[in-house]
């Protein structure tokens, strides 16, 4: 069965600093894959996705980046955190080609505090 | 632009007292109709994918019905555990990408 994996769970950062956070698929080769960010609680807003290694499509302009070093592997950075930066990062992944109807399915997600 | 639209925001139950959530859409061409059900602190979990107007989904307490303009999230004789946010979400026929609603902050007291 397939699983994702998403870390730190949990950290607290100061404005200015960089940001790494990591997320892993199992048990499915070729998925597309999601960054999410939900405030307060709420809606999800989507970040970026991509298709395949090294393409990302990015949704908001911002101050995140993505990159996709390898097929399963997604990470979302930034040079210099912001204060707007907090929040709760989902990762998320599905099978098949973009416009296909399959289930996305999240990992347990990152909260990130910006101080 | 897909849109999104969840009501109540919040809703608070009795055990045992059955109700509905609403999720009102907008979309060009409707792929699929999606319902989460989120913990606090926690991601998202998968409930029910509807595809086509008329279509309906059970599990345990909770259906799920579909039609062209909006879908339903019935709660029967809901427990302490039903307690969550629910989400609904939308994908269009020509992008895998979901939009959300804001959810529904489902409270159930013993």
């Known amino acids: 069965s397939q699983t994702i994996h998403q870390w730190p769970a949990t950290l607290v950062q100061p404005v200015g600093s960089p940001l790494s956070l990591e997320c892993t698929v199992e048990?499915?080769?070729?998925?597309?894959l999601y960054w999410y960010r939900q405030a307060a609680g709420r809606g999800l807003q989507l970040l970026f996705y991509?298709?395949?290694?090294?393409?990302i499509s990015s949704e908001v302009p911002q101050n995140l980046s993505a990159s996709r070093p390898q097929d399963r592997q997604f990470i979302l950075s930034s040079k210099k955190l912001l204060l707007s930066d907090s929040g709760f990062y989902l990762c998320?992944?599905?099978?098949?080609?973009?416009?296909?109807?399959?289930?996305?399915?999240f990992g347990e997600g990152s909260w990130l505090t910006v101080v | 632009e897909d849109q999104v639209t969840q009501s109540p925001e919040a809703l608070r139950l009795q055990e045992g007292e059955s109700s509905s959530l609403n999720c009102s859409y907008t979309v060009s061409g409707l792929r699929g109709l999606f319902w989460y059900r989120q913990d606090p602190g926690k991601g998202p979990e998968f409930l029910f994918t509807l595809y086509s107007a008329g279509e309906e989904k059970e599990k345990e307490r909770l259906k799920a019905t579909l039609t062209k303009k909006e879908s339903f999230l019935h709660i029967t004789a809901p427990k302490p555990e039903d307690s969550a946010t629910y989400l609904c979400a939308v994908q269009a026929i020509w992008g895998g990408k979901l939009t959300f609603g804001q959810g529904t902050i489902l409270t159930v007291h013993p």
């Open positions: 998320a992944w599905n099978n098949g080609v973009l416009d296909s109807g399959n289930t996305i399915y």
């Open positions: 991509s298709v395949g290694i090294g393409q």
């Open positions: 048990g499915t080769s070729n998925p597309n």
